[in-house]
C-alpha cells in the first residue's frame, strides 16, 4: 500500500525523523493560507499524487510543473490553481497521468547538498538495507547502473537497527562535516526504526537535503507499507486514498482476488499467480494482449468467480476471454459449475475460452459441454491460447 | 533415494486443528504420508483424523518423534509457529501459510541459518517425493515417482509443470515448492545442492518468475557447480514494472528482477529454457538428450 508524501512526513514527524513544516491544501486558496502561516519567504508546492518524478513532471495541456517553489501567497494560488483538478503526468504515471487532487506546501530551507537515502528489503541479505548516495536528487537506478561505487547499503537487524559504527560510515562516506556526524546518526537511526515499527516496505527519501546549518532533512519522502503487515497497522491502513488506486483493482481486493488492471485485449482467469502470470505470457507468445492479471486462488467459489468475470468484462478493451485452472485443490467440477453460473448471471458479451486439466477433469469438461452455453473448451495451454487470441481478433 | 522427504519422515501439521489444516493433514494422510501428530496451542488432548494434538511443539516431538512439521498457522502468528519449530529441533520445516508479514520473516530467517532445521517456504505449496511421502497441499495424483527433481517458486504451476512431465512419462525424484515472498527459507541454491548429490535425481526443472535475483544466482550456482541437466521457466515476460504480480515477491523493481536478465543468465549457465509454460516438460527433455 502507498501513502502521499505528507502522509509519509506526517508519520516520520511522530517518529522523531527531521521534516520541514507543511499543510495540505484542496483549493487555491488554502494554498495561499498555508503559505501565509508558514512564514517561511520561500515555500515549495507539491502536487500530491501516488507516482514519483512529480518535479519533472507536466500537467496535461499546460507547462505546469508537479512542483514548484511559491515566493508569495498569491504564487502559492497560482501554483496550486494549475495542479488541482488537473491531470499530472510523469514518468511513472504513464502517459494517462494521474489527477491531482491535493497540494503539499512546504516550508523552504538553505540546502548546502542533496543526497539520496532509501530502507528497503534486501532478498539478497535476508533482512533491511538502507542505501544512500551522495547523488541526491538524481534517479537512483540510473546512478546504481553507471556509478555503483556512489551507492552505499548498510543492511541492519530490525530488533538492533543501524549501530553507530555504520551510521559514522555512512557519514564519512557521503562527506558529511564532522559536526554534522551526530545528527546523522540520530536520523538515521530513526528512519530505520520508522521503517521496522511501521512495517514499511519501502522509505525513500530523494532528495535528503544536507542544510547550510549543518542537519540532515527529509526533503521528500516516499513510503509504500507491506500488505501483509497491514493486520497490525489499522492507524496505516485509514491513510489509503482509493482515489489513487485503479477502482478495478480494488474492488478485486475486497472480493479475495489479485488483479492488476494491463492495457490488452484479452482478459485473463486463472488459480495461482505463478500460472497467472505464465498464461499472460502464453497469450502474448501467440500473438494476444493480455488485458490482465487476475488469480482467483486456490479455494475459489461461485461467488469469487462471477465477481472475477464482473471484473474483468468492465474493461471496455477486453473482446475475449481464458479462463486457465489447473485444480488442484480446487475441483474442475467446482470452477466449471462456477463458470457456468456465471455465465448466466453476469451475461457474457465477449466469447469465452476454458482450458481446465487436474482433479475431476473429465466431469467438469462435461459440465461445460452439457451446460448450453457458448463456452469455447481448449485442450492444453497452446490449444487454448490459439483458440482465445482467433476469438478476440474475430 | 530423493531428497528432503520419504517414506520414514514422521510430520506434524503445526495448525492442525483449523479448517485448512485438518483438510490437508487428511489429504496427506490419504497419500500415504507418515502424519504423526499435530500441535494448536491449548488443544493439547484432543485428536483430528486421529492423531494426537499437542499443544507445544516440544511435547509433539517427545511423543512423536516427528522430524518434519507442516505450518498452517494464520500469518499474525506464523513467524512465531517457525521459531518454536526450530527450538524444537525439527529437522524440516516446511510454512504453507501465506501472508507472513517480510520483517517477521526477516526476524526468523538468522535464526533458522543458526539452526539445524532447515525451512521451505513459506507461501508455499510444500514439499513431495512421489509415493512415499507429501507435505503440503499439491494434488498427489498428478506425481509419478522418478528421476526429475523440481523446484519452483508458485504452486499452480509446479502442477502444471509436474503434469507435463508425468505425461511425457518422466516421473519426480522430489518436487519442492520455495515460496513466492521475498524472504523465503530455502533459495534454488540449497536445493541445487540437494539434488546434485542425490543419485536418484538425473535431471532438474526449476519454475522461476519476475522479481528478486534468486534465479540469476542460481544460473550462477549451475554454471560452476552442478552437472546433471537442468530446464528452466520464468514467469512473469510479460508484466509491466511496478505492479505486484499476486506473490509479494513478483514484482519488477528498479530495473532489477525482469524476465530477460533472468533468461539471459540461464542461457549463459547452459540451462535449456522452456520459451511457453506449454513447454516446460518438453524443455526438461530436451535438457537430457542435449547432455547424453
Known sequence: ?394 | MSILVNRDTRVICQGITGKVGEFHTRGCLDYGTRMVGGVTPGKGGETVADLPVFNTVAEARDATGCNATMIFVPPPFAADAILEAVAAGIELVVAITEGIPVLDMARVLPVVNDSGSRLIGPNCPGVITPAQCKIGIMPGYIHTPGHVGVMSRSGTLTYEAVWQLTQLGHGQSTCVGLGGDPLVGSSFIDILELFQNDPDTHAILMMGEIGGSAEEEAAEYVKHHVTKPVAAFIAGRTAPPGKRMGHAGAIISGGKGTAEAKLAALRDAGIEIAESPADMGAALVRAIKRQA
Open chain 1, 1 to 394: 500500500m502507498k501513502i502521499h508524501e505528507y502522509q509519509a512526513k506526517d508519520l516520520l514527524r511522530a517518529a522523531g525523523v527531521p521534516v520541514l513544516a507543511g499543510k495540505v491544501a484542496h483549493t487555491p486558496d488554502e494554498a495561499a493560507a498555508a503559505y501565509a502561516a508558514l512564514g517561511t519567504p520561500v515555500c515549495a508546492v507539491k502536487a500530491q499524487i501516488h507516482a514519483g518524478g512529480r518535479g519533472k513532471g507536466k500537467v496535461k495541456g499546460s507547462e505546469q510543473r508537479g512542483v514548484e517553489l511559491a515566493k508569495s501567497a498569491d504564487d502559492a494560488k497560482r501554483i496550486a490553481a494549475g495542479l488541482l483538478n488537473n491531470t499530472l503526468v510523469t514518468i511513472q504515471t504513464g502517459p494517462e497521468g494521474q489527477v491531482v487532487r491535493q497540494v503539499f506546501v512546504e516550508s523552504g530551507c538553505a540546502i548546502d547538498r542533496e543526497l539520496y537515502c532509501a530502507i528497503l528489503v534486501d532478498r539478497a541479505a535476508g533482512s533491511p538495507v538502507l542505501i544512500a548516495s551522495t547523488a541526491g536528487g538524481m534517479d537512483i537506478e540510473e546512478v546504481a547502473a553507471k556509478t555503483p561505487e556512489l551507492i552505499l547499503a548498510e543492511p541492519f537487524d530490525p530488533d538492533r537497527g543501524l549501530a553507530a559504527y555504520q551510521t559514522r560510515l555512512l557519514a564519512s562516506k557521503l562527506n558529511l562535516p564532522t559536526a554534522a556526524w551526530r545528527h546523522a546518526d540520530t536520523f538515521f537511526r530513526k528512519l530505520c526504526q520508522a521503517f521496522v515499527d511501521l512495517d514499511a516496505s519501502l522509505l525513500e527519501i530523494n532528495p535528503l537535503v544536507l542544510t547550510k546549518d549543518g542537519t540532515l532533512v527529509a526533503l521528500d519522502a516516499k513510503m509504500t507499507f507491506d500488505d501483509n503487515a497491514l493486520f497490525r497497522h489499522k492507524d496505516i491502513t485509514a491513510l489509503r486514498d482509493e482515489a489513487e488506486e485503479e477502482p478495478a483493482e480494488t474492488r478485486a481486493a475486497a472480493a479475495g482476488l489479485s488483479y492488476v488492471k494491463l492495457d490488452g485485449t484479452i482478459g485473463c482467469l486463472v488459480n495461482g499467480a505463478g500460472l497467472a502470470m505464465s498464461t499472460m505470457d502464453l497469450v502474448k507468445l501467440h500473438g494476444g494482449e493480455p488485458a490482465n492479471f487476475l488469480d482467483v486462488g486456490g479455494g475459489a467459489d461461485v461467488n469469487q468467480v462471477t465477481e472475477a468475470f464482473r471484473i474483468i468484462l468492465s474493461d471496455k478493451n477486453v473482446k475475449a476471454i481464458l479462463v486457465n485452472i489447473f485444480g488442484g485443490i480446487m475441483r474442475c467440477t467446482t470452477i466449471a459449475n462456477a463458470l457456468v453460473e456465471a455465465s448466466k448471471t453476469v451475461g457474457f458479451t465477449v466469447p469465452l475460452v476454458v482450458r481446465l486439466e487436474g482433479t475431476e477433469v473429465e466431469q467438469g469438461k462435461k459440465i461445460l459441454a452439457e451446460s448450453g452455453t457458448s463456452i469455447i473448451t481448449a485442450d492444453g495451454l497452446t490449444d487454448a491460447a490459439k483458440k482465445v487470441v482467433a476469438a478476440s481478433k474475430a
